[in-house]
């Protein structure tokens, strides 16, 4: 496909469970971002990476939070032992460029993760 | 605490009305961008603004980035019912990150 992928779509999940997201970005784009979208709100930065590596992981909410990218492509977003305050869509997106410039940020459709 | 405020939360207008959203913060920001955002879709950029003092229109929208690059505005001329969405400024700060709006959630009636 074209733009950026996500899966699952949904997720719900019990409290305590561990959950993994995933990310297809567009081919070729070296900077990925990661971000946490409660209903209706703005979104919240969470994690970037250039290529494999990740140079700001300050927005993760804690370190029950992680992610990954393997091959400067496909990212995963961990979240282990899950509470009900993690319950939002997770919003992925990537840009051609360098992460932090003016290049246009391609957002994909989101996981919309529920805590019960 | 949100590094960009946006006003207002909540808008709902007849068809034909022009609008003003607002988008302000106390810090620079190196650029700015506005989004817009469908219900279960990510948001989709509809502009970026460098310069302080910048206007940006695209067809009925128009966007201004202060002077002082702390603010910026988005004006809809005439709205109809298909500009109905979340509207998310964001800033670019320090080179470094993007610092997103608590967005204007804008409805237009018919």
């Known amino acids: 496909g074209a733009g950026v992928s996500q899966s699952p779509s949904n997720k719900v999940t019990e409290k305590g469970k561990d959950v993994e997201l995933r990310c297809d970005p567009i081919s070729g784009h070296t900077a990925l971002y990661w971000y946490r979208q409660s209903l209706g709100q703005g979104l919240e930065f969470l994690i970037y990476?250039?290529?494999?590596?990740?140079?700001?992981k300050s927005g993760l909410p804690s370190d029950r939070f992680s992610a990954e990218r393997t091959g400067g492509s496909v990212s995963t977003l961990t979240i282990q032992r899950t509470q009900q305050e993690d319950s939002a869509v997770y919003l992925c997106?990537?840009?051609?460029?360098?992460?932090?410039?003016?290049?246009?940020?391609?957002f994909g459709p989101g996981t919309r993760l529920t805590v019960l | 605490t949100q590094l960009l405020e946006q006003s207002p939360q909540f808008l709902s207008i007849q068809e034909g009305e022009n609008l003003t959203v607002y988008c302000n913060s106390s810090s620079v920001f190196s650029s700015l961008q506005w989004y817009r955002q469908e219900p279960g879709e990510g948001p989709v950029l509809l502009v970026t603004v460098v310069t302080g003092g910048e206007v940006k229109k695209l067809k009925r929208l128009t966007f201004q980035f202060g002077d002082a690059r702390k603010d910026s505005s988005l004006h809809i001329t005439a709205a109809q019912p298909g500009d109905t969405g979340l509207y998310l400024c964001a800033g670019l700060y320090n080179f470094n990150k993007f610092y997103f709006g608590s967005g204007t959630k804008l409805n237009v009636k018919p």
């Open positions: 990476f250039q290529g494999n590596s990740a140079p700001d």
């Open positions: 997106a990537s840009s051609l460029g360098l992460a932090g410039t003016t290049d246009t940020q391609y």
